[in-house]
């Protein structure tokens, strides 16, 4: 499976490279067209990354942020991603971004999902950068095993859009963007941290089955060869 390996020494070290490497993409996007887009991913492993990047100096105003997946809840709920990249992200240099959430405070979370592909960055072209996380379950994004719409959120003939999740291992429902939104980015990533994840990648690695590990679509089916960021 293709893909460039690249390992740091501390999650501190990873944190300031990732950020030097988003930020040179992301600017270089401006130069060429004027505009940028970033999709971020939630979870627990972000934040340093986040705030490192909260910190580099670029044309801010002319970047749209939005998530790669995010939960039914909406922004002031503990468990939002919006509110971890409010509070980690969208502050210091990087205060001046247009954020797009995907949540949208809608009667179901269909309407949700309708309302957000509409509006959300990434729809009609590629994202210039798409920071992907993974679970320990092998997921990305809200492409979760045993997802009901894991067949279609990864079938890449599919358009691009926002799609609607529930998993046994989500907890709540999901909003995620679908594979073809996310395959073709300039710039793809997957960071992971920790030896748990890495035993977690190297599985993944060794097998091909995408229901059982989602995140084996990326690391196979990419049209854009992901870097994998990676600390112990
Ligand atoms: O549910 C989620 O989990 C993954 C991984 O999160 P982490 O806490 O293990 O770093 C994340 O990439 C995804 O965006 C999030 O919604």
Same mark, same amino acid.
């Given at each position: 499976?293709?893909?460039?390996?690249?390992?740091?020494? @501390?999650?501190?070290?990873?944190?300031?490279?990732?950020? *030097?490497?988003?930020?040179?993409?992301?600017?270089?996007?401006?130069? /060429?067209?004027?505009?940028? @887009?970033?999709?971020?991913?939630?979870?627990?492993? =972000?934040?340093?990354?986040?705030?490192?990047?909260?910190? +580099?100096?670029?044309?801010?105003?002319?970047?749209?942020?939005? !998530?790669?997946?995010?939960?039914?809840?909406?922004? *002031?709920?503990?468990?939002? /991603?919006?509110?971890?990249?409010?509070?980690?992200?969208?502050?210091?240099?990087?205060?001046?971004?247009?954020?797009?959430?995907?949540?949208?405070?809608?009667?179901?979370?269909?309407?949700?999902?309708?309302?957000?592909?509409?509006?959300? #960055?990434?729809?009609?072209?590629?994202?210039?950068?798409?920071?992907?996380?993974?679970? @320990?379950?092998?997921?990305?994004?809200?492409?979760? #095993?045993?997802?009901?719409?894991?067949?279609?959120?990864?079938?890449?003939?599919? =358009? +691009?859009?926002?799609?609607?999740?529930?998993?046994?291992?989500?907890?709540?429902? +999901?909003?995620? !963007?679908?594979?073809?939104?996310?395959?073709?980015?300039?710039?793809?990533?997957?960071?992971?941290?920790?030896?748990?994840?890495?035993?977690?990648? *190297?599985?993944?690695?060794?097998?091909? *089955?995408?229901?059982?590990? #989602?995140?084996?679509?990326?690391?196979? +089916?990419?049209?854009?060869?992901?870097?994998?960021?990676?600390? #112990?």
């Amino acid at each position: 499976m293709a893909h460039h390996m690249k390992t740091f020494e @501390t999650g501190a070290a990873l944190a300031a490279g990732l950020a *030097d490497a988003v930020a040179s993409a992301l600017s270089g996007a401006i130069a /060429n067209k004027g505009a940028a @887009t970033l999709a971020v991913s939630g979870g627990s492993t =972000p934040k340093a990354f986040f705030e490192a990047l909260s910190t +580099r100096i670029l044309d801010w105003t002319k970047v749209k942020v939005t !998530l790669v997946d995010e939960r039914f809840v909406p922004e *002031d709920n503990p468990r939002s /991603n919006h509110l971890l990249v409010k509070t980690h992200l969208l502050k210091n240099e990087a205060s001046a971004a247009e954020f797009v959430p995907l949540y949208r405070p809608e009667a179901t979370i269909e309407e949700a999902a309708k309302t957000a592909s509409g509006i959300v #960055p990434g729809m009609t072209e590629p994202f210039d950068v798409a920071i992907l996380g993974m679970g @320990t379950d092998g997921h990305t994004a809200s492409f979760f #095993p045993g997802g009901d719409h894991l067949d279609a959120a990864l079938d890449l003939s599919q =358009p +691009r859009r926002v799609m609607t999740m529930e998993a046994p291992g989500a907890g709540e429902a +999901r909003l995620t !963007l679908s594979f073809s939104a996310l395959h073709d980015a300039d710039l793809l990533v997957v960071h992971i941290e920790g030896a748990e994840k890495k035993a977690v990648l *190297d599985k993944a690695l060794a097998g091909t *089955d995408e229901k059982d590990m #989602p995140i084996r679509a990326v690391l196979e +089916r990419a049209r854009t060869t992901p870097d994998i960021y990676w600390a #112990p």
